[in-house]
């Protein structure tokens, strides 16, 4: 009995050793890069490992849901793809206690990761000393970005430095019968709005109070009750038409003109491409108020399903090298809309925004991991319920700071 | 029926039968009792991303429970249930009756009636969400038209967001009543009517104390077809509102998808799905109890 499932196992692995042979080095990779501008930036990928001798099997699922969903059912049924995409988050670290991914510290050292990479980055792939996943991209969810023709409409004389100066700005545009916040209200952009006033208006310490250490009593704190009234006074700005709206709708408001400002990541900046738009000529951009604002880190990593084969292996770790390689990095992200993983490449080709996100990247005190790096999916739904009923209805600050409580509390 | 003739034969037939239902009884078992089981096994684990075979009893009912958004949702399911349900039936048997009048061009009214209802709510939902809009859709449109005091916001308000999908819904669903109610009204005896006609009596008071009553098993028949449409409301929800503002239009399978693949969490996600089939069970067993009765009844007589 042992002797045959032994030769059933020499033979199926002699059939998978010719078979790799044939397709040298095949990586099926899942991720949900699906619309024009994305489908773009993949392609730079898949031709990067393309030339490095590899042959790139594509499997897009639109949808990110639908995409991590494609790829954990495969994970479980005991097929899962070469590569899979996730958020730079907890998303997979339930994969990785299950014991069900490779990890890739061969590449990791030998590419010096320890060295260069963002802090809040090594933070979410690094898990028990092993790095599990290999970043691509640095998206920073909590951007504004302003109409300069609607601004000037207002008379707003410059970009607000202040929150303050924020607030003021958007009297300025209410009164001149302008939508003052162009806003999407679905609970994911209300939950970023959250976030990212928490940054802004309760400041770094509070924001990792809350969202890294689930400081039950950090919630009825100064610093996030201000928050609170600060996200429900922002209420006051936007349009009646807002709940439902797509994100894209709302940019598109800004690019008319119709509104002054929007509170999202910088894939808002394809949508101003689109549209023919330039960053510093009809619209502004800034991630955060004053020169060492914090610079929230999120954005995307491949991660390997567990497999003893060992072309399958080695064509993960091509796929991780290759990724990361400052060629590829450059060429991919400025297709994304993205910033690189690595500080030392060339930004010139980068638009404004861009330029500005890799320099407040060079400082290491300003990186900030978003609150998807910090808690666990099933806590950030729980919280986004809070939001999106505080921000929804007329419920007092003191029962969203208990509701709040209740939801770290897990 | 000659019994006890060539009972070899029987048998023999009886087997080949069973042989061909065979397929079809595995995949029922295997497929779908066997998963509906296994839901069930899960939702008494800690499962998170992956299921997990561990047990943790009632926790996730307990905390289900806890969840505000899960109650909201039931309460929700329960105020569009019993509305969507009534609109489309009394909408539907309105319907149908008229189509019944033998007025001109039916055909082409039925196709219109059920055309709603051949169509993916994933794009229709998207129109009615316009259409609902303040800013783009009827009510902005009957302010430029010379009505600035006109206010029809629902879709946006935290109060009647229901009753948007509610009037969504029986739109799609209606079509389909009038089909089920009108293929019953043709098979009530034309005779009836005659005779009705010569006591004198009124067409609605026949329509009321003669039609209607006969109509009892298209109506049941339409019921189930709705409650379980109910039961599984979803596509419009996310199509329309994404189940808000705020909470306001949560549904319970808006939950358990949320929880199965955004939120990875498959036990909360079994917990609930457990629970909605014990209340379908729970709703249809007495009508199914009931069906058995009558037609044990009937058959005896």
Same mark, same amino acid.
Request: with cysteine.
């Given at each position: 009995?042992?002797? %045959?499932?032994?030769?059933?196992?020499?033979?199926?692995?002699?059939?998978?050793?010719?078979?790799?042979?044939?397709?040298?080095?095949?990586?099926?990779?899942?991720?949900?890069?699906?619309?024009?501008?994305?489908?773009?930036?993949?392609?730079?990928?898949?031709?990067?490992?393309?030339?490095?001798?590899? %042959?790139?099997?594509?499997?897009?699922?639109?949808?990110?849901?639908?995409?991590?969903?494609?790829?954990?059912?495969?994970?479980?049924?005991?097929?899962?793809?070469?590569?899979?995409?996730?958020?730079?988050?907890?998303? #997979?670290?339930?994969?990785? @206690?299950?014991?069900?991914?490779?990890?890739?510290?061969?590449?990791?050292?030998?590419?010096?990761?320890?060295?260069?990479?963002?802090?809040?980055?090594?933070?979410?792939?690094?898990?028990?000393?092993?790095?599990?996943?290999?970043?691509?991209?640095?998206?920073?969810?909590?951007?504004?970005?302003?109409?300069?023709?609607?601004?000037?409409?207002?008379?707003?004389?410059?970009?607000?430095?202040?929150?303050?100066?924020?607030?003021?700005?958007?009297?300025?545009?209410?009164?001149?019968?302008?939508?003052?916040?162009?806003?999407?209200?679905?609970?994911?952009?209300?939950?970023? %709005?959250?976030?990212?006033?928490?940054?802004?208006?309760?400041?770094?310490?509070?924001?990792?109070?809350?969202?890294?250490?689930?400081?039950?009593? @950090?919630?009825?704190?100064?610093?996030?009750?201000? %928050?609170?009234?600060?996200?429900?006074?922002?209420?006051? #700005?936007?349009?009646?038409?807002?709940?439902?709206?797509?994100?894209?709708?709302?940019?598109?408001?800004?690019?008319?003109?119709?509104?002054?400002?929007?509170?999202?990541?910088?894939?808002?900046?394809?949508?101003?491409?689109?549209?023919?738009?330039?960053?510093?000529?009809?619209?502004?951009?800034?991630?955060?108020?004053?020169? @060492?604002?914090? #610079?929230?880190?999120?954005?995307?990593?491949?991660?390997?399903?567990?497999?003893? +084969?060992?072309?399958?292996?080695?064509?993960?770790?091509?796929?991780?090298?290759?990724?990361?390689?400052?060629?590829?990095?450059?060429?991919?992200?400025?297709?994304?809309?993205?910033?690189?993983?690595?500080?030392?490449? +060339?930004?010139?080709?980068? +638009?404004?925004?861009?330029?500005?996100?890799?320099?407040?990247?060079? +400082?290491?005190?300003?990186?900030?991991?978003?609150?998807?790096?910090?808690?666990?999916?099933?806590?950030?739904?729980?919280?986004?319920?809070?939001?999106?009923?505080?921000?929804?209805?007329?419920?007092?600050?003191?029962?969203?700071?208990?509701?709040?409580?209740?939801?770290?509390?897990? | 029926?000659?019994?006890?003739?060539?009972?070899?034969?029987?048998?023999?037939?009886?087997?080949?039968?069973? *042989?061909?239902?065979?397929?079809?009884?595995?995949?029922?078992?295997?497929?779908?009792?066997?998963?509906?089981?296994?839901?069930?096994?899960?939702? !008494?684990?800690?499962?998170?991303?992956?299921?997990?075979?561990?047990?943790?009893?009632?926790?996730?009912?307990?905390?289900? !429970?806890?969840?505000?958004?899960?109650?909201?949702?039931?309460?929700?399911?329960?105020?569009?249930?019993?509305?969507?349900?009534?609109?489309?039936?009394?909408l539907g048997?309105?319907l149908a009756?008229f189509l019944?009048?033998?007025?001109?061009?039916e055909n082409a009214l039925r196709t219109v009636f059920l055309y709603p209802y051949a169509?993916?709510?994933?794009?229709?939902?998207?129109?009615?969400?316009?259409? *609902?809009?303040?800013?783009?859709?009827?009510?902005?449109?009957?302010?430029?038209?010379?009505?600035?005091?006109?206010?029809?916001?629902?879709?946006?308000?935290?109060?009647?967001? $229901?009753?948007?999908?509610?009037?969504?819904?029986?739109w799609q669903a209606s079509g389909l009543v009038v089909a089920?109610?009108l293929?019953?009204?043709?098979?009530?005896?034309?005779?009836?009517?005659?005779?009705?006609?010569?006591?004198?009596?009124?067409?609605?008071?026949?329509?009321?104390?003669?039609?209607?009553?006969?109509?009892?098993?298209?109506?049941?028949?339409?019921?189930?077809?709705?409650?379980?449409?109910?039961?599984?409301?979803?596509?419009?929800?996310?199509?329309?509102?994404?189940?808000?503002?705020?909470?306001?239009?949560?549904?319970?399978?808006? !939950? $358990?998808?949320?929880?199965?693949?955004?939120?990875?969490?498959?036990?909360?996600?079994?917990?609930?799905?457990?629970?909605?089939?014990?209340?379908?069970?729970?709703?249809?067993?007495?009508?199914?109890?009931?069906?058995?009765?009558?037609?044990?009844?009937?058959?005896?007589?």
């Amino acid at each position: 009995m042992v002797r %045959t499932t032994t030769l059933k196992h020499l033979a199926l692995s002699a059939a998978l050793m010719a078979a790799a042979t044939a397709h040298a080095q095949k990586a099926e990779v899942i991720h949900w890069w699906t619309s024009g501008g994305e489908s773009a930036a993949v392609k730079e990928l898949a031709d990067a490992y393309t030339k490095a001798g590899g %042959t790139w099997v594509d499997a897009a699922v639109a949808g990110a849901d639908n995409a991590r969903a494609a790829a954990i059912n495969r994970i479980a049924g005991g097929n899962p793809p070469t590569a899979a995409q996730f958020n730079t988050s907890k998303q #997979y670290h339930d994969v990785i @206690s299950a014991g069900q991914l490779n990890d890739i510290d061969v590449v990791a050292a030998k590419e010096g990761w320890d060295k260069w990479l963002p802090k809040p980055i090594i933070d979410s792939i690094k898990v028990n000393g092993h790095y599990y996943a290999v970043p691509v991209n640095i998206h920073n969810p909590a951007w504004f970005w302003y109409s300069k023709s609607a601004l000037q409409k207002a008379g707003v004389a410059s970009e607000p430095k202040t929150m303050d100066e924020f607030f003021a700005a958007l009297d300025k545009l209410k009164a001149a019968g302008l939508v003052p916040l162009a806003f999407g209200g679905q609970s994911w952009q209300e939950w970023i %709005t959250f976030y990212s006033m928490l940054l802004d208006v309760g400041g770094k310490d509070a924001y990792l109070k809350f969202f890294k250490d689930h400081d039950v009593a @950090s919630v009825n704190a100064e610093p996030m009750r201000k %928050t609170l009234a600060a996200l429900k006074k922002l209420h006051d #700005y936007v349009d009646a038409g807002s709940p439902g709206r797509n994100w894209n709708d709302a940019t598109a408001m800004v690019i008319s003109g119709k509104a002054g400002f929007q509170i999202m990541g910088d894939w808002a900046k394809g949508e101003f491409g689109a549209a023919k738009q330039t960053a510093g000529k009809e619209f502004g951009c800034f991630a955060g108020f004053g020169p @060492s604002a914090p #610079y929230m880190v999120a954005g995307d990593v491949f991660v390997f399903p567990k497999t003893s +084969d060992k072309t399958a292996i080695e064509a993960q770790h091509k796929l991780a090298t290759v990724f990361t390689s400052p060629v590829t990095q450059v060429a991919f992200n400025n297709k994304k809309g993205s910033i690189p993983v690595r500080t030392d490449v +060339d930004s010139s080709k980068m +638009d404004l925004c861009a330029q500005a996100g890799v320099q407040a990247m060079k +400082d290491p005190a300003r990186q900030i991991a978003n609150p998807d790096m910090l808690m666990t999916p099933d806590m950030v739904g729980a919280v986004q319920d809070v939001i999106t009923k505080f921000w929804n209805g007329n419920q007092s600050v003191d029962d969203a700071v208990k509701a709040l409580q209740g939801a770290v509390k897990g | 029926m000659r019994v006890g003739t060539q009972p070899a034969a029987r048998r023999r037939r009886a087997v080949a039968a069973q *042989l061909a239902l065979l397929p079809m009884a595995i995949t029922v078992l295997g497929v779908y009792i066997g998963t509906v089981l296994w839901s069930v096994r899960i939702s !008494f684990s800690s499962s998170k991303i992956f299921p997990t075979n561990d047990f943790v009893g009632l926790a996730q009912y307990q905390r289900l !429970f806890n969840t505000e958004r899960w109650i909201v949702s039931l309460q929700h399911i329960v105020v569009f249930g019993v509305l969507f349900i009534a609109a489309c039936l009394v909408l539907g048997f309105l319907l149908a009756v008229f189509l019944d009048q033998r007025v001109r061009g039916e055909n082409a009214l039925r196709t219109v009636f059920l055309y709603p209802y051949a169509m993916s709510f994933v794009a229709t939902g998207l129109v009615w969400q316009w259409m *609902l809009n303040p800013e783009l859709g009827i009510q902005s449109t009957v302010r430029a038209l010379g009505l600035p005091g006109f206010e029809f916001d629902w879709i946006v308000s935290q109060d009647k967001v $229901i009753y948007t999908l509610v009037i969504a819904a029986v739109w799609q669903a209606s079509g389909l009543v009038v089909a089920v109610l009108l293929a019953g009204l043709r098979g009530i005896d034309e005779a009836l009517w005659n005779a009705a006609r010569i006591d004198g009596v009124p067409r609605w008071r026949y329509t009321l104390s003669v039609v209607l009553p006969q109509l009892g098993p298209a109506f049941g028949t339409a019921f189930v077809l709705l409650a379980v449409g109910v039961v599984k409301v979803y596509d419009v929800v996310v199509a329309m509102t994404q189940g808000g503002p705020g909470n306001a239009s949560e549904v319970p399978a808006k !939950f $358990i998808m949320d929880n199965l693949f955004t939120r990875a969490n498959v036990g909360l996600a079994s917990a609930a799905s457990t629970v909605m089939l014990l209340t379908v069970l729970a709703l249809l067993l007495p009508w199914w109890y009931g069906r058995s009765v009558q037609s044990r009844r009937e058959a005896r007589a």
